[in-house]
C-alpha cells in the first residue's frame, strides 16, 4: 500500500509561486492515479487538480485553471503541484490523494480516493 507525505506548502506574498510535493512510498506508485484536493477550517474539502497514471491526463478545478500545474515522475515516486500567480484565497491546508487504478483516467472526487497524506499549510499574504 502507497502512504503519502506531502511538503513544500509555507508563506508566500500574492503573485508568488509554491511547488508542492507529494512522496509516495511502495512500489507501485505508477499504479496509482493521483490528486490534490485543500481544505480550509471548517469547510469542505475541494478539488483542485488530478492527474493520471500515467501522466497523460489532467485535470483543473475552475479556480486554478491557468494557474496551478499537476505533474508527477513515476520513476521518483512523486506527485507535484506547481502553484503560481498565488492569491489570499488560495490559503488552506493542501493535502494529496492516491487510488489504485487499471485505467489512465482522472479522479476527481474527494470519496473516490482511500489513500491521503497528512497535509501541508500553503498562506497566501496580500
Known amino acids: 500500500q502507497v502512504q503519502l507525505v506531502e511538503s513544500g506548502g509555507g508563506l508566500v506574498q500574492a503573485g508568488g509561486s509554491l511547488r508542492l510535493s507529494c512522496a509516495a512510498s511502495g512500489r507501485t506508485f505508477s499504479n496509482y492515479a493521483m490528486g490534490w484536493f485543500r481544505q480550509a477550517p471548517g469547510k469542505e474539502r475541494e478539488f483542485v487538480a488530478a492527474?493520471?497514471?500515467?501522466?497523460?491526463?489532467?485535470v483543473y478545478a475552475d479556480s486554478v485553471k491557468g494557474r496551478f500545474t499537476i505533474s508527477r515522475d513515476n520513476a521518483k515516486n512523486t506527485a507535484y503541484l506547481q502553484m503560481n500567480s498565488l492569491k489570499p484565497e488560495d490559503t488552506d491546508v493542501y493535502s494529496c490523494?492516491?487510488?489504485?487504478?487499471?485505467?489512465?483516467?482522472?479522479?476527481?472526487?474527494?470519496?473516490?480516493?482511500?489513500?491521503w497524506g497528512q497535509g501541508t499549510q500553503v498562506t497566501v499574504s496580500s
Open positions: 490523494a492516491a487510488r489504485l487504478s487499471f485505467y489512465d483516467s482522472v479522479i476527481t472526487g474527494t470519496r473516490d480516493y482511500g489513500l
Open positions: 492527474i493520471s497514471t500515467s501522466g497523460g491526463r489532467t
